[in-house]
């Protein structure tokens, strides 16, 4: 028997090569498990991308809504809401030579949760020649010392004219500047101009039509805000 087929029997050998079969198996499995354990780790990390892609967009999403939410509290926090608004009548005269009067109020509710400071009301007339205001108003050139305070929940005794002229100024600009003897209005309260009278010549037979509108300022409404509606006199 030759040398090599002494080699090809010997059981060492045999057992030799059987573990390097095993060995070159156990590397290609190892290798398969290798690369899918590698897959499975990039999927994972593919996943948690688009994740925390996705959370910082939620996030931005949210903060955005926060603010917002937040700019409308502040809004709701540091804005008065009024109401403001006319009651008024029309009495007609009992004689040919009287005016037509037309009596009432002008209120101002404050329905917020803060409240309205230095209010000053502007009542404007549609023409100026129909400018004419009476009521409860205290004139720069009185003297007497009094205070004036609440007759009734709501309702003021006497308020002040704004300019020193205010009669000449209305029957240029149809407006009458009124500021209240107090400089607050809080919030569930009430502010009335009371009991302010306006008459209407009849003398005429032309047609006319004499409209007043009220507007309200404050610290906190620069711009005004105009009553929820109009006092409104048509004359035939």
Known sequence: MSQHEQCMLDPSVIQMKQQLLHFRSEMVRQDRLLKQVEKKLHERERAIAELTERLAELTEHSTVIDEGENKEHASIQTTPLIHP???????????????????????IKNEGSVPLTEPIICLSFNHAEDANLSGKIKRHHSNKKKDYQISREGVMDAWHYVEENA???AKETGEYWLRPPVNTLSPGKELVFS???????????????????????????PSGQQAANVVTLTRV
């Open 85 to 107: 608004f006319f009651t008024y009548s029309v009495i007609m005269p009992t004689l040919p030579e009287e005016s037509l009067l037309i009596k009432g109020h002008f209120v």
């Open 195 to 221: 009991d302010f009278e306006i008459t209407v010549p009849t003398k005429t037979n032309i047609s006319h039509t004499v409209q007043v509108y009220g507007f309200v300022y404050s610290s906190e409404l």
């Open 167 to 169: 009669e000449k100024i």
